[in-house]
């Protein structure tokens, strides 16, 4: 069964930094890409990051570039969103995610909020 648990958000005063991770089980990590998404209430889900299998190879949304990093350690079937430079656009729910050939399949979403 496949199973995508995010964790690490909360509450965050503007200019700070969060560390995001998503553990995976129930399918070969090793062998995906996996991505990063957020969304606001009533708004669409957005990408943020992606990262390819081996990680040799990561793209961001323009609005997070330059201030997230998106990382994966295999070995732990990790990925991880490391954000830094936080501001009150930054806050949304974040979710994990991985698409096979069939469907994609998403965390319950973990809550980050950038206030002071």
């Known amino acids: 069964q496949v199973q995508l648990v995010e964790s690490g958000g909360g509450l965050v005063q503007p200019g700070g930094s969060l560390r995001l991770s998503c553990a995976a089980s129930?399918?070969?990590?090793?062998?995906?890409?996996m991505r990063w998404y957020r969304q606001a209430p009533g708004k669409e889900r957005e990408l943020v990051a992606t990262i390819t299998r081996t990680g040799g190879s990561t793209n961001y949304a323009d609005s997070v570039k330059g201030r997230f990093t998106i990382s994966r350690d295999n070995a732990k079937n990790t990925v991880y969103l490391q954000m830094n430079s936080l501001t009150p656009e930054d806050t949304d729910v974040y979710y994990c995610n991985f698409r096979d050939t069939v469907t994609g399949y998403w965390g319950p979403g973990n809550q980050v909020t950038v206030s002071s």
């Open positions: 129930g399918f070969t990590f090793s062998i995906y890409a």
